[in-house]
């Protein structure tokens, strides 16, 4: 069965700690690893990332400060085919539109930036991420995971309680709305506590998850934190089976909100202004319609 990990990995320059790494990531044979905080550049990604360590293909976002960076590799054990690559260049996140076993995923691998300071700047890269979604029309679902560092359950995923605000959680959480999407681990763990990241303060929380299409949950078998020795962060495991997509119609559901979208409701607009012209050209009125539901579907995915 596929799986993907996701680690926060606190900088991959010194060899010995890499060379421990890709050892642990290997052993768990992943198809798909989301690596966050990288710390590479263009001279030592190809050095650290090599492909001995690696076989496969490596995606890298570099920070320019080289503090940040997230790579997304994927395993040559996998029969994928990459339609394109949307990179952030300050590091913070990968869009990777992706089909397996002639389904089609949208990979988005983030790190958001961290620190009180840097709220600002989260909440302008939550959006941006947002806003690029949008465009992917043609995918079947998202895989949305990384370091957000950020929680939205602030007593449920942390520790200690706090009522402390964070600006960047709100276009997150439209994000998750607009999509579809649920936090996958919470939905196979709902009553418990367990986290991903120690602060330097001694709290804990739960900064490191995935998100997924909520119509695709029941391919999902497994969500996991595995302890990870080589960061302070730990690993988070999530675990699909191919077997179990349903072939054909699948199991899409329309998310109602796009329908108070001005953009949406001009594209529907002139989408059935010009069906309804080449009614004339079918000689069946249900041959008409079935193909006019699924162009208003592609119009809505």
């Known amino acids: 069965m596929p799986s993907i990990i ?15 790494i890709f050892h642990n990531l290997n052993n768990d044979k992943p198809d798909i690893v989301f ?14 990332i090599s492909d001995n360590r690696w076989k496969g293909t490596k995606i890298h976002s570099i ?7 997230v790579s997304t590799l994927i395993s040559q054990n996998i029969a994928a085919i990459i339609h394109s690559n949307e990179i952030c260049p300050e590091g913070n996140y990968i869009f990777t539109d992706i089909s397996m076993d002639d389904h ?3 990979l988005i691998n983030v790190y958001a930036p961290t620190g009180g300071n840097k709220t ?3 909440k302008d890269k939550f959006s941006e991420i947002q806003s690029k979604i949008q465009k992917y029309t043609d995918v079947e679902f998202i895989i949305y995971g990384g370091d957000f560092n950020t929680v939205l359950d602030n007593n449920f995923d942390r520790s ?11 276009p997150l959480i439209e994000t998750v709305n607009e999509n579809d999407l649920q936090d996958i681990w919470r939905t196979f763990h709902p009553d418990d506590k367990q986290f991903t990241c120690k602060s330097t303060l001694g709290t804990y929380s739960r900064l490191d998850r995935f998100y997924i299409s909520k119509a695709t949950m029941h391919y999902f078998t497994k969500c996991e934190i595995v302890p990870f020795p080589h960061s302070d962060h730990q690993k988070v495991l999530l675990v699909f089976d191919f077997d179990k997509i349903e072939r054909g119609k699948g199991a899409w559901k329309m998310n109602t909100s796009i329908l108070q979208q001005e953009e949406y409701q001009l594209a529907m607009s002139g989408f059935l202004q010009f069906w309804i012209s080449i009614f004339h050209d079918f000689h069946n009125p249900l041959d008409w319609w079935d193909k006019a539901k699924k162009q208003i579907a592609k119009i809505t995915k």
């Open 160 to 170: 200690t309680e706090t009522t402390r605000s964070d600006i960047s959680k709100k």
């Open 63 to 69: 920070s320019p400060n080289n503090f940040a960076g």
């Open 104 to 106: 089609r995923f949208l």
């Open 6 to 20: 996701s680690i926060n990995v606190n900088g991959l320059n010194d060899q010995t700690k890499a060379e421990a």
């Open 35 to 48: 690596m966050q905080e990288t710390h590479l550049n263009d001279n030592t990604k190809s050095l650290i």
């Open 120 to 122: 600002q700047k989260r």
